[in-house]
Nanobody
Framework: QVQLVDSGGGLVQPGGSLRLSCAAS????????IGWFRQAPGKEREGVSC????????YYADSVKGRFTISRDAAKNTVYLQMNSLKPEDTAVYYC????????????????????????WGQGTQVTVSS
């Protein structure tokens, strides 16, 4: 059974940092693209970042470029999203997601943040940036 568990969210002041984790069971994340998405109240889901299988490529939304970093620890079967210089507009529930290796959308060495292409999702972790 495939399971993704998001963690690491919390309340932080503007300018602060958080590191989100996405731990997987039932599949090997190193072989798969991983996406981070977020959804704020009343807003549509937004693709934040992704990393391709074997870390060949990464993507960051313009709104987080230079502040967020996605990384993978293959030994722990976990992907991280380091978030620095946080702003109130970063407040949202953050989700990690991955896809089945047999997915039509799976392309080695490539990732994107089209949410509908992802098959498995974490439960979400709340990030609140406020003074």
């Amino acid at each position: 059974q495939v399971q993704l568990v998001d963690s690491g969210g919390g309340l932080v002041q503007p300018g602060g940092s958080l590191r989100l984790s996405c731990a997987a069971s039932g599949l090997v994340l190193d072989y798969l693209p991983i996406g981070w998405f977020r959804q704020a109240p009343g807003k549509e889901r937004e693709g934040v970042s992704c990393i391709s299988n074997n870390d060949r490529s990464t993507y960051y939304a313009d709104s987080v470029k230079g502040r967020f970093t996605i990384s993978r620890d293959a030994a722990k079967n976990t992907v991280y999203l380091q978030m620095n210089s946080l702003k109130p507009e970063d407040t949202a529930v953050y989700y990690c997601a991955t896809m089945d290796s047999g997915s039509f959308h799976y392309t080695p060495g490539v990732c994107d943040v089209v949410g509908d292409e992802y098959d498995y999702w974490g439960q979400g972790t709340q990030v609140t940036v406020s003074s």
